[in-house]
């Protein structure tokens, strides 16, 4: 998924960004980012889907 800003990247635009682009509503609260996200660049998050069932999922972060 493609996330575009400036600033740091939130769980919660990243929530925005899978809905938007893949049809997929994840609770911002399900999603980890393992590190600040403030530049551009490939990134990777957890998605904790409960029942100790998770995976991980890669992002990019463009200029707008």
Same mark, same amino acid.
């Given at each position: ?19 938007d682009?893949?049809?997929?509503? *994840? &609770? ?5 980012l393992? /590190?600040?996200?403030? @530049? ?6 957890? *998605? &904790?889907?409960?029942?100790g069932?998770?995976? /991980?999922?890669?992002? @990019?972060?463009?200029?707008?």
């Amino acid at each position: 998924s493609d996330v575009c800003s400036s600033d740091l990247i939130t769980s919660l635009q990243l929530s925005r960004a899978i809905r938007d682009q893949k049809g997929y509503d *994840i &609770d911002r609260r399900k999603i980890t980012l393992p /590190e600040e996200v403030k @530049e551009l660049g490939m990134y990777k998050a957890t *998605i &904790d889907f409960g029942n100790g069932k998770s995976t /991980e999922v890669t992002f @990019e972060v463009v200029s707008e």
